[in-house]
């Protein structure tokens, strides 16, 4: 069965410093890769996906099979980055539906 | 703006009395969805609709019924709601196909249970 861990419950890093969230997967075939968000009194929304291939709010997310990872990369935090995030995976782009990692809190300190 | 709408936010009942949360849609989404979040946990998946057709996940436990009369509505009844139910409840939708993954939530109903 499908299975998305991230490691990390809680990641606090400063204003301007590099994140990296992790993510990985257990899958035998090829997964589509998600990152959700969730602000602050806000609803849970997508963030990006692996096959769009773009920055979103300038962060980025590369698929790497080998290792079985999806990480979420910024290269310089903002204070308005601090949400809970959430990696999911989807075992095929049909109807299946997603399986959600446990995720982490990011807490972006001034 | 289109949106997803879950009424109630907050639902509180008693010990095994039941309850109905419900989920209304402006996109004409042929997918919905209902996920269970409990405090520092992955949502997890409860069922959903692909246009009428019902899919209940294998653990799902027979409490958790599910009901949508047309695309635009989806209802979540817990028939006798126990200890361990209180959760947040978050419905989502998604146009199908290609987009099959790309959810867009509603705000969700929080359901204490006394």
């Known amino acids: 069965a499908q299975r998305v861990t991230q490691p990390e419950k809680l990641l606090s890093v400063f204003k301007g410093a590099p994140v990296e969230l992790k993510c990985n997967y257990s899958?035998?075939?090829?997964?589509?890769l998600f990152w959700y968000v969730q602000y602050s009194r806000q609803r849970l929304q997508l963030l990006l996906r692996?096959?769009s291939r773009e920055s979103i709010k300038g962060f980025t997310a590369d698929l790497n099979k080998g290792e079985t990872s999806f990480h979420l990369k910024k290269p310089f935090a903002q204070e308005e980055d601090s949400a809970m995030y959430y990696c999911?995976?989807?075992?095929?782009?049909?109807?299946?539906?997603?399986?959600f990692g446990k995720g982490t809190r990011l807490s972006v300190i001034a | 703006d289109a949106m997803v709408i879950q009424n109630p936010r907050y639902q509180v009942t008693q010990f095994g009395k039941p309850v109905t949360l419900s989920c209304s849609q402006t996109?004409?989404?042929?997918?919905m969805y209902w996920y269970q979040q409990k405090s520092s946990q992955a949502p997890k998946l409860l069922f959903h609709?692909?246009?009428?057709?019902?899919?209940n996940e294998a653990d799902t436990p027979d409490n958790f019924q599910s009901r949508r009369p047309n695309t635009s509505f989806c209802f979540l009844d817990i028939r006798s709601p126990g200890l361990g139910d209180a959760a947040m409840y978050l419905c989502?939708?998604?146009?199908?196909?290609?987009?099959?993954?790309?959810?867009?939530f509603g705000a969700g109903s929080r359901l204490t249970v006394l």
């Open positions: 989502a939708t998604s146009p199908g196909g290609l987009g099959a993954n790309v959810l867009t």
């Open positions: 996109l004409n989404h042929n997918v």
């Open positions: 899958y035998s075939g090829s997964p589509e």
């Open positions: 692996h096959i």
């Open positions: 609709y692909y246009d009428k057709d019902f899919n």
């Open positions: 999911a995976l989807s075992p095929n782009s049909g109807n299946t539906p997603l399986v």
